[in-house]
């Protein structure tokens, strides 16, 4: 299930974002003011298969960056202590129901620029990604989408290339000490909505 982000989800995310970008996470501030920014278009990814009870692990490093327009080694180091949104691995919603453990999230803005787009370790290579990443490009106002790619981050680049994203461009030190690849789709590149191989 996809539904937008909303508070109580912070702690499961804050843990997805700092086992996928240990090197430059962003803090729990920078996700509150993704939220306000993107109310709609901050997705988060819900297994519904989970066990309520079921919790996730302790988060672990973070490694590639995603862009948010500013510099992003400008960002604020995380501060999670004393945030007191949310439940370890489990959603409690604002009505008090419960949902399924979350998996992934994806941010980004109407105009088709993917902010940032992280799947829990564990649940990788199983077709998260590729679900919110078309929900992104399936938003009617886009006519193309774009992200920023570290140069290194070879995975995300793969990815990107299987939903039909092709490297136009480069920013040299785009995270300090590393450039950003820019990968591209408009719905005329290629077959918008690859299907799975497997
Ligand atoms: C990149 C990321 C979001 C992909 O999410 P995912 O749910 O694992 O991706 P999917 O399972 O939907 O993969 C779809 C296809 O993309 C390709 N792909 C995805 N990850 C890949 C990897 N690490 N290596 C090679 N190909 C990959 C594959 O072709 C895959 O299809 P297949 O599994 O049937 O072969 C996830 O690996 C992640 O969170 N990485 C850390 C954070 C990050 O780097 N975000 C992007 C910043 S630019």
Redesign the pocket.
């Known amino acids: 299930m996809i539904r937008p982000f909303s508070l109580p989800d912070l702690k499961s995310i804050l843990q997805i974002e700092n086992q996928?970008?240990p090197k430059s996470p962003y803090d729990w501030r920078t996700f509150l003011n993704l939220h306000y920014l993107y109310a709609e278009t901050f997705l988060i990814y819900i297994n519904p298969s989970t066990s309520p009870l079921e919790v996730s692990g302790s988060g672990s490093p973070r490694?590639?960056?995603?862009g948010l327009g500013v510099d992003p080694e400008q960002r604020l180091p995380p501060q999670t202590k004393g945030c007191g949104w949310g439940t370890i691995g489990r959603v409690n919603t604002n009505d008090g129901r419960k949902e399924g453990k979350i998996l992934?999230y994806i941010i980004f803005s109407q105009d088709g620029h993917i902010i940032?787009?992280?799947?829990h370790r564990h649940?990788?290579?199983?077709?998260?990604?590729?679900?919110l990443l078309q929900t992104a490009m399936k938003t009617s106002s886009l006519r193309k989408a774009w992200?920023?790619?570290?140069r290194s981050?070879?995975?995300?680049q793969?990815?990107?290339s299987?939903?039909g994203f092709q490297i136009t461009g480069l920013v040299p030190n785009y995270y300090g000490n590393e450039d950003a690849l820019i990968m591209e789709w408009t719905p005329a590149d290629s077959p918008p909505y690859p299907s799975?191989?497997?």
């Open positions: 996928s970008f490694s590639q960056d995603e992934a940032s787009i992280a799947v649940h990788r290579r199983k077709g998260v990604g590729r679900e992200a920023e790619v570290r981050n070879q995975g995300a793969a990815f990107y299987n939903m799975r191989q497997k």
